[in-house]
């Protein structure tokens, strides 16, 4: 049954504690995607992978820190740096290379720092 | 950035009508695509279409693509309660990155 999963489905945490979002695929996709979405905005991409070992900032990466050392994950970490960080956390992925292709997307991570 | 706005925000229609959703862009792009987000869900691909193409259909969608006005829109025929989501824009401008821009999305709601 392939997909892309992530854990856990809603995360509490207090103020000032780094906190490590978990995304998962089994697609054998290249490409992977953290976004983040506001309540009634669209998304916006904080970090995004296009190969293993490497990664490449987004639009709004301040505060976010990220790794990619397997094919099948892409850990977000929210540091303390982030002003805002409750939100809802979206993972993607999708083929690499130069053609157009769909993302496909997990179920998504709802962070709420108090 | 936002590259993608979405017209209407929101839209309310009863069960079988059209439903149809407009997204503008500003710059130039390799492809526009839809998604489909449920409440607190994931979002759902429901279409791509290049900028070399015109119009594309799948099912119930019909999406146009009109890069000369940068916009496309995005037609529900014969809605259904199940529609009910949000719908997204998202423009690829990357270069072969399959970077997505997203737009701000429509809320529709169809009712019975």
């Known amino acids: 049954d392939g997909g892309i999963t992530q854990s856990p489905k809603y995360l509490f945490r207090k103020e000032g504690q780094n906190v490590t979002l978990s995304c998962e695929q089994n697609?054998?996709?290249?490409?992977m995607y953290w976004y983040r979405q506001d309540p009634g905005q669209g998304l916006r991409l904080i970090y995004y992978?296009?190969?293993?070992?490497?990664?490449q900032k987004g639009d709004i990466a301040e505060g976010y820190s990220v790794s990619r050392e397997k094919k099948e994950s892409f850990p977000l970490t929210v540091t303390s740096a982030q002003k805002n960080p409750t939100a809802f956390y979206l993972c993607?992925?999708?083929?690499?290379?130069?053609?157009?292709?769909?993302?496909?997307f997990g179920p998504g991570t709802r962070l709420t720092v108090t | 950035s936002q590259q993608g706005e979405e017209d209407p925000q929101a839209l309310s229609i009863q069960e079988g009508e059209n439903a149809t959703m407009n997204c503008s862009y500003k710059?130039?792009?390799?492809?526009l695509q839809w998604y489909r987000q449920n409440s607190g869900r994931g979002l759902v691909h429901l279409i791509l279409?290049?900028?070399?193409?015109r119009e594309k259909h799948s099912g119930r969608l019909r999406v146009t693509l009109d890069t000369s006005k940068k916009s496309s829109s995005l037609l529900i025929t014969a809605s259904r309660a199940a529609d009910t989501a949000s719908y997204f824009c998202a423009t690829d401008n990357s270069g072969g990155g399959n970077k997505l821009t997203f737009g701000t999305g429509t809320q529709l709601k169809v009712e019975l």
């Open positions: 710059t130039s792009i390799n492809n």
């Open positions: 697609l054998n996709h290249d490409a």
């Open positions: 992978s296009q190969i293993v070992n490497d990664f």
């Open positions: 279409i290049r900028s070399n193409e």
């Open positions: 993607a992925s999708t083929n690499g290379g130069t053609g157009a292709y769909e993302q496909y």
